[in-house]
């Protein structure tokens, strides 16, 4: 049996939860999505919770909330998935990037900070930051919080690999050090709604604006309305153009379930990458250094490639030919064609790019036995040779 990079966990209780929702009376708009909403915003110590169709939606939602626009700047890293950068395509503002930081493969605020100086100098401020979490370590937000308020820029975490990690003794997604949070359900994932993503704040005005988008710009709050005197109980006013970026209810009731075992998972995959970190003592790689500030989730366990006399391309073709089927996080993104044709070029982001040549990932997920880690080790070692 091939070992997959990633694999959600479904159990019977997860199941039972789906199957109460389809027996409801509620597919979608019912008591589920309220529910899961409290539960992650009580886990991650946030005052709100905003539930949507994927964190794909949940990135726009957070740059239209932050009235991003045409003529507007969003900077991320080139080391992340394309969505991180595309929610500012979305709203018609330019992207940009920082660099990464060397050994944690997070945005580099020495980086972050000449950038910014730079751009002051020129009248080019971005209005909204994207750092990833990558592989699910925090980014030093502290570092990236002062900077941003330094120069007043807002601050959207893409923390889409991180539920269940922590930074300074607090959760992923609190909010402590930026405006939003956004996590991510997709299967792959530390927990999974099927499709799903959520995006966390604690600020009450933002919080009012991401219900409006997500659903049309429909209020039937009398409070938000423009007339003074609602017509009826079926009155509702569309006050701001949004979307219909809901959440069913059936994928509330999974994400729900999955949270009560969200520990639980982070338990085994700190497990697991500890046991990496062990049996891949004396091969020629690099295993994921960790700040001491961070508990990662472990949404990735990337290695570097080094001193092998084999490539990186030649290592992965052997792994993928014995059933190890290992993948590459990320291809810089700025290195995409859709980038390149608005005017970025390969040494732009040296750092990024160079990271990007010799990683693998290799297989990480709740569900991964000892034995099927050991296999991988020893698939990679005779890879490597
Ligand atoms: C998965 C992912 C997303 C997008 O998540 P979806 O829920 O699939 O839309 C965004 N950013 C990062 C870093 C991701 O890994």
Redesign the pocket.
Same mark, same amino acid.
């Given at each position: 049996m091939p070992i997959p990079y990633g694999r959600q966990d479904i159990s019977e209780e997860d199941i039972r939860a789906v199957c109460e929702v389809l027996r409801s009376d509620w597919l979608t708009q019912g008591p589920a999505i309220e529910w899961f909403e409290q539960r992650v915003a009580d886990y991650c110590g946030a005052k709100h919770a905003i539930a949507v169709c994927?964190?794909?939606?949940?990135?726009h939602i957070s740059c239209l909330a932050l009235k991003l626009g045409p003529g507007d700047r969003l900077w991320t890293v080139p080391n992340?998935?394309v969505?991180?950068a595309n929610c500012g395509r979305y709203c018609g503002a330019d992207v940009d990037f920082v660099d990464i930081h060397p050994d944690t493969y997070n945005m580099d605020p020495v980086n972050l900070s000449a950038k910014l100086a730079a751009a002051k100098k020129d009248n080019l401020l971005p209005k909204v930051l994207v750092p990833?979490h990558?592989a699910g370590q925090s980014c030093d937000m502290a570092a990236i919080w002062d900077l941003a308020r330094h120069y007043g820029v807002r601050v959207i975490e893409?923390a889409?690999?991180a539920i269940g990690g922590r930074y300074k003794d607090e959760p992923i997604g609190s909010c402590r050090y930026s405006d939003l949070a *956004?996590f991510?359900?997709?299967p *792959?994932?530390i927990i999974t709604s099927g499709?799903?993503?959520m995006v966390l704040t604690n600020q009450d005005a933002l919080a009012d604006r991401l219900r409006l988008l997500r659903t049309h710009g429909i209020t039937r709050d009398p409070a938000m309305m423009h007339n003074a005197a609602p017509e009826g109980a079926w009155y509702y006013e569309q006050v701001g153009l949004g979307f219909n970026y809901r959440m069913t209810d059936i994928q509330a009731a999974l994400g729900l379930s999955q949270m009560s075992r969200l520990d639980d998972f982070i338990a085994r995959r700190r497990y697991l990458a500890g046991r990496y970190d062990v049996k891949l003592k004396g091969l020629p790689v690099r295993c994921p250094a960790q700040s001491p500030e961070t508990n990662s989730s472990w949404h990735l366990y990337v290695i570097q490639v080094q001193g092998s006399r084999s490539t990186r391309s030649e290592v992965f073709d052997r792994l993928r030919k014995s059933g190890i089927l290992a993948n590459v996080h990320y291809i810089p993104v700025h290195l995409q064609p859709y980038y390149r044709q608005l005017g970025f070029t390969a040494g732009r982001f040296p750092i990024s790019e160079s990271y990007y040549e010799s990683a693998i990932t290799l297989p990480l997920y709740p569900g991964m036995t000892d034995q099927q880690q050991d296999e991988v080790v020893q698939a990679l070692a005779t890879a490597l040779q």
């Open positions: 994927n964190a794909t939606a949940a990135l992340t998935f969505a991180s990833v990558f893409d889409s690999h *956004v991510s359900f997709h *792959v994932k499709e799903g993503g």
